[in-house]
């Protein structure tokens, strides 16, 4: 039996997100902003991010940089970038990555929650040319703070982003949902949008 990826449909179905925050999505996703999807530990992060590939018109190209095969490409858009501890420096793969990305060309690059390659220098030399969704682990309410510590970037360069999905797990029932969609305006400032 395969694993089932999550469609947009379904984030609706389950009560992951509401019409309103999905469309709010969608937007940013046509006008390929910067997105960053955040959340604690099996918040639903990686299944987020498989649903709004399905948001991403089919003749845009996705880059996904993955770890140990983690990212399946499930469409025929999405182009796989497989890293791992290998042997090299991190400066080595990151250089690789990078590369990759480029010969790629995607209209989306899709960082997730990795560890094998360095997040910030990839981030640093191509936000301003393609578009980025990036998951992170966030284990407070002070998103900004968090996204900073555990994606080890300036604000700055956090900055650069539009959209702040912050994903929420109730302990009690299991359930994982949109908590809520920030636009960032500035240093240290997340504006609800819904």
Not at 75 to 103: A, C, M, P, Q, Y
Not at 126 to 153: A, C, K, N, P, Q
Not at 168 to 194: P, Q, S, W
Request: aromatic share 8%.
């Amino acid at each position: 039996m395969g694993i089932y990826i999550f469609t947009p449909e379904d984030l609706l179905r389950y009560e992951i997100v509401s019409e309103e925050c999905l469309s709010v999505i969608k937007d940013s996703l046509v006008k390929k902003e910067d997105i960053l999807i955040v959340g604690g530990t099996r918040t639903g992060k990686t299944k987020l991010v498989e649903a709004l590939t399905f948001l991403i018109p089919e003749e845009w190209k996705i880059a996904v940089i993955t770890a140990y095969n983690e990212f399946k490409p499930f469409k025929d858009n999405i182009h796989v970038i497989n890293t791992e501890f290998d042997g090299r420096s991190l400066e080595s793969r990151t250089e690789d990555v990078i590369d990759e990305i480029r010969k790629i060309n995607p209209d989306y690059v899709i960082i997730d929650t990795i560890h094998t390659v360095d997040v910030p220098r990839i981030l640093e030399t191509l936000i301003g040319d393609y578009g980025f969704i990036v998951t992170s682990l966030v284990l407070s309410r002070d998103l900004w703070d968090e996204i900073s510590h555990w994606l080890r970037i300036s604000d700055e360069l956090l900055k650069e982003f539009e959209l702040v999905i912050e994903l929420y797990r109730d302990v009690k029932t299991g359930h994982r949902r949109v908590n809520a969609i920030y636009k960032i305006r500035g240093n240290k400032k997340l504006e609800k949008l819904c």
